[in-house]
């Protein structure tokens, strides 16, 4: 069964830690994606890949970095924890769009809750 | 930024009645596609229907697409408490290879 996979279900960390949030994914998808989920917000792109070290800004970068360095691994960083980061982070990969009739959907992960406090 | 708006907010019918959640958006779309949600879980893809399309069904699932009213619906039938979940919009602009959800509608099906 394809899978996405997010290193972590549950995680707490203090403010100004450094946290990695990994995410591995065994379908060959070219895209990948970390999305942040808050009550009254939904999902909030914060960056993606579509491919082996290109990165891109989604809605909400600031405060995160990632890296890509190969195709089935997408890595977001928080260098300096805040409590504003107390988030679900949820990871997802798809197969990079072409035609029209080339058009996938995303295949999500179960999600990371991380807690900063 | 927002595209995909979902209505109503919060859904709660009874076993075997059917579902419809709406979903508008914005900007013109490559393609509008729906999730679910189970709680504290991650997303699990639905149906996908391109912009030229108006119409699509996928089990009990049946998704329409009016493009000149920038709006979709999702009719789940014959609902059941597994159906309780959390359901989303996402749209993506042509080249954007980038989906943009929307807030979703809580859907909760009582036995």
């Known amino acids: 069964d394809v899978k996405v996979t997010q290193s972590s279900r549950y995680l707490v960390k203090r403010t100004g830690e450094k946290v990695f949030l990994e995410c591995v994914q065994d379908m060959d998808h070219e895209n990948m994606f970390w999305y942040r989920q808050d009550p009254g917000l939904g999902l909030r792109l914060i960056y993606f890949s579509y491919d082996v070290k290109m990165k891109e800004k989604g809605d909400i970068p600031e405060g995160y970095s990632v890296s890509r360095e190969k195709k089935e691994r997408f890595s977001l960083i928080l260098e300096s924890a805040s409590t504003n980061q107390t988030s679900m982070y949820l990871c997802a990969s798809s197969l990079r769009t072409g035609s029209p009739q080339r058009i996938y959907g995303y295949t999500f992960g179960s999600g990371t809750r991380l807690t900063v406090v | 930024s927002q595209q995909g708006e979902e209505d109503p907010q919060a859904l709660s019918i009874q076993e075997g009645e059917n579902a419809t959640m709406n979903c508008s958006y914005k900007?013109?779309?490559?393609?509008l596609q729906w999730y679910r949600q189970n709680s504290g879980r991650g997303l699990v893809h639905l149906i996908l229907i391109r912009s030229n399309e108006r119409e699509k069904h996928s089990g009990r699932l049946r998704v329409t697409l009016d493009t000149s009213k920038k709006s979709s619906s999702l009719l789940i039938t014959a609902s059941r408490a597994a159906d309780t979940a959390s359901y989303f919009c996402a749209t993506d602009r042509w080249g954007a290879q980038k989906l943009v959800f929307g807030q979703g509608t809580r859907l909760t099906i009582n036995p």
């Open positions: 900007t013109s779309i490559n393609n």
